[in-house]
C-alpha cells in the first residue's frame, strides 16, 4: 500500500550486452572436432563487446535500477561475481565512482559461488541500511566446450531498503554443501565441469527441494501459491524437474533466459526476479533460488506498488535491444581465446599513471564536468574559466554529471588506421542537449548507421588494456539512446 515504509526491494535493474551470438555458428564452427554441440545449437547468448565486462555491466544494471532514486541515500554497495576483473582492487569501489554513489558508502565484492549474488541478498535483507545489490559475470570458456555454449553475459541490481517496496521478503532458507560441480582455480584458464547427469541427479535433486520446503514452511504458504519460481539452471528440463520435486506448479516456473541470453552465472538468479517483477502483479509470490555449493531460497510477496514502478529498460528492454553476431571468430578474438596479429598500432605503452588516475577521478570515472555558477554554462571538463565567451569567470564552476545526459552528434568519423580490437574506431563531437560538448569515442555502433543529429547516451566503458601490466582503464562513451530517451 502507499506509504509502505516495510524494508524490500524499492527498485530493480538489469543489464544484457547488444551482441548475441547463435548457438549455431558456434556449433558449425566446431563440428569438425565435436559434432555433438549442433544438439545445443539453438538460440543464441549475450556476449560482451570488447570494451565490456563484468564492471561495466554492472554500472549499467545500476544505473537502471537508480532510475527515479536518490542514490545519495545509500548506506552500501554490493557486487557479487566468480569474474572479476581485478582480483587484489575493490571492484565495487570503481563500480561506486562511476556511479557517483557517496564516498562515505560501504562498498563489498561478493564472490567464491555461483550463489554469491542470492547469499549476498540474504545478507543485506537481515539489515536495516539502504544498499545497491548489484551482480555481472562474464565467464571465461574454453572453445567447443559445453560451457561456451550455456553461458551467456549479463547483470542485473537489486534496490534494497525503507520506503515503499515493489516487495518484501517472507521467508528464506539456505544451505552449504561441498558440492562441486564445476571449479576455476587461480591459475585456469576456464572452469572445469563434471558430468551433467551427475549435476542433475546428486546435486540439484538432493539439495534444492528441501531448501525450498524449509522456505515456503516458514513462510506458512503452499508450493501451489507461488505464482512465479525463479529457477536458474539451464540444464534441459532442470526447472522442471524442481518444479515438480517442490510442488509447484510448472505453469509457475519462469523462462530461463537461455534461448535468448544464456545462462549469466551469479547474476542469473536476480535477473530471473528482475523478469519476473516486470511481469507481477500485487500479491504475487516470486520464489527465487540460488546453486553453487548449497543452495538459497527465497520467497518475497509483490505489493500495490509494482502498479507505480518507474519505467526502465530492465530486461525485456535489454533483450530488445539486440545486434546478431554471426562472426564465431571476432567473438573468439574479444575473448582473447585466440592470439591476434595486432599489428604496430597496437604496440603503444598503455601505461597508466595511477596517481593521475586518482586526481582526475571525479573526471574519468564519474564523468563529472562543471556548471558556471555566474551564467549557467556547462562545460566538460571542468576548469577554472568558464569557456562562454561572454562569461570568462574565474572559479565559478561547480560539479555537473554528465553520464546521465543525452547528447547528439555533431560531427564523426569511422577511422580505420587508428588501431580498434573492433574496426573501424568510430569517435565523434557529442553536443549534450542541456550544454557541452566533447569529443567521445562511440560504442555498441555500425558505422554505416552514424548521423548528424543521432541522439546517444553515455556509457561505462573499458577505453583500453595495459597488456604488458593487466591494468584495465576506464571511461565513458556515446552509444545510440535508446528510442524514448532522445525525445
Not at 280 to 303: K, M, S
Not at 327 to 354: C, P, S
Request: a neutral charge; hydrophobic letters at 45%; glycine letters at 10%.
Amino acid at each position: 500500500m502507499a506509504g509502505d515504509l516495510r524494508y524490500g526491494i524499492l527498485s530493480f535493474g538489469a543489464y544484457i550486452p547488444r551482441l548475441r551470438l547463435a548457438r549455431k555458428a558456434i556449433a558449425e564452427a566446431n563440428a569438425w572436432f565435436n559434432p555433438a554441440l549442433k544438439a545445443q545449437g539453438k538460440g543464441e547468448r549475450a556476449i560482451c563487446n570488447w570494451d565490456e565486462d563484468p564492471i561495466t555491466m554492472a554500472v549499467e544494471a545500476g544505473r537502471d535500477a537508480l532510475l527515479g532514486h536518490a542514490a545519495a541515500k545509500l548506506a552500501g554497495l554490493r557486487f557479487a561475481s566468480t569474474s572479476f576483473p581485478f582480483l587484489d582492487r575493490l571492484n565495487a569501489g570503481l563500480v561506486g565512482e562511476a556511479l557517483s554513489l557517496p564516498e562515505e558508502i560501504s562498498a563489498q565484492d561478493v564472490a567464491g559461488s555461483q550463489r554469491a549474488a542470492t547469499t549476498a541478498l540474504l545478507q543485506a535483507l537481515q539489515g536495516q541500511d539502504n544498499i545497491l545489490l548489484l551482480a555481472a559475470d562474464k565467464r571465461a570458456a574454453k572453445a567447443a566446450s559445453p560451457l561456451e555454449m550455456a553461458a551467456g553475459d549479463g547483470a542485473a541490481a537489486l534496490l534494497l531498503g525503507h520506503g515503499a517496496p515493489l516487495a518484501i521478503l517472507l521467508a528464506s532458507a539456505t544451505r552449504s554443501a561441498d558440492f562441486v560441480d564445476h571449479y576455476r582455480t587461480a591459475d585456469s584458464d576456464g572452469d572445469y565441469g563434471w558430468e551433467e547427469r551427475w549435476i542433475r541427479d546428486a546435486g540439484y535433486a538432493q539439495i534444492v527441494p528441501p531448501v525450498i520446503s524449509r522456505c515456503l514452511e516458514r513462510a506458512g504458504k503452499p508450493a501451489s501459491a507461488v505464482t512465479h519460481f525463479c529457477m536458474p539452471a539451464t540444464l534441459p528440463r532442470l526447472g522442471n524437474a524442481m518444479a515438480k520435486a517442490a510442488g509447484i506448479a510448472e505453469t509457475a516456473l519462469r523462462d530461463n533466459l537461455h534461448s535468448v541470453c544464456g545462462e549469466t552465472g551469479t547474476a542469473h538468479p536476480l535477473l530471473l526476479l528482475a523478469a519476473a517483477l516486470e511481469e507481477a502483479r500485487p500479491g504475487d509470490l516470486i520464489l527465487v533460488v540460488g546453486f553453487g555449493q548449497g543452495a538459497d531460497a527465497l520467497l518475497f510477496e509483490v505489493t500495490a506498488e509494482i502498479a507505480q514502478t518507474t519505467p526502465r529498460l530492465g530486461v525485456k528492454g535489454h533483450l530488445a535491444r539486440r545486434r546478431a553476431e554471426t562472426n564465431y571468430a571476432k567473438f573468439l578474438a574479444f575473448n582473447d581465446v585466440i592470439a591476434l596479429e595486432r599489428g604496430m598500432r597496437a604496440e603503444a605503452d598503455k601505461q597508466t599513471a595511477l596517481s593521475s588516475l586518482w586526481r582526475n577521478r571525479a573526471a574519468l570515472t564519474s564523468f563529472m564536468g562543471g556548471q558556471c555558477g555566474k551564467c549557467g554554462t556547462r562545460q566538460f571538463p571542468l576548469s577554472r574559466v568558464c569557456v562562454n565567451p561572454n562569461c570568462g569567470a574565474i572559479d565559478s564552476q561547480e560539479p555537473h554529471a554528465f553520464a546521465g545526459k543525452i547528447g547528439r552528434i555533431n560531427s564523426y568519423t569511422a577511422d580505420r588506421l587508428t588501431y580498434s580490437p573492433d574496426p573501424p574506431a568510430c569517435y565523434g563531437m557529442i553536443q549534450f542537449d542541456e550544454g557541452g560538448r566533447w569529443m567521445m569515442d562511440f560504442t555498441d555502433i555500425d558505422a554505416e548507421a552514424l548521423s548528424v543529429g543521432q541522439p546517444m547516451r553515455m556509457m561505462f566503458r573499458i577505453k583500453d588494456i595495459d597488456q604488458q601490466r593487466g591494468f584495465r582503464r576506464y571511461f565513458w562513451k556515446a552509444a545510440p539512446a535508446a528510442s524514448t530517451e532522445g525525445n
